[in-house]
């Protein structure tokens, strides 16, 4: 940050905006680093959940490709398009399953599309890494959503 200005380091150590529902603000970018920056974000509870998805998706999904669009981390599998994307909302982090109409079990909560299905995960819920992992290996497999 040396050869910056006053005004373009403070801007660079600024938190980013939350949005409604609590939903980190952060500018769209391919790769890990911004979707470090949106889990680093996430407030309250939500940031270590998000680090442990992360954690848990890149295990699953070694290979996985990772950005930010419309203030969503995003996850896909490369010439295939992404598979799954995270959002916060104020009481709980919604998990996007693109193809999750085609997941064995079928996520829980509908969706207007009928090919995604979203799984929510609230404070103190418990996480089921074992059925996370499974939908995440079998979302994984299939064509994703390219935007």
């Known amino acids: ?61 070694p290979n996985v490709q990772k950005a930010v669009k419309w203030n969503s981390p995003l996850y896909g599998v490369e010439g295939q398009g992404f598979f799954l994307g995270l959002h916060c909302f104020a009481k709980y982090i919604k998990l996007a399953f693109f193809r999750g109409a085609a997941l064995d079990p079928v996520p829980p909560v509908a969706s207007k599309d009928a090919n995604t299905r979203y799984f929510h995960i609230h404070e103190d819920d418990p996480i089921d890494e074992a059925q996370l992992t499974a939908w995440i290996r079998q979302a994984a497999r299939l064509p994703g959503w390219t935007p």
Do not use: F
């Open 1 to 61: 940050m040396s050869g910056m200005t006053s005004k373009a380091r403070a801007k660079a150590t600024e938190k980013p905006v939350l949005l409604s529902g609590g939903n980190p603000q952060i500018a769209k970018g391919d790769g890990d680093a911004p979707v470090q920056a949106y889990i680093a974000a996430m407030p309250g509870w939500k940031s270590d959940v998000g680090q442990q998805l992360d954690t848990l998706i890149g295990r699953a999904v």
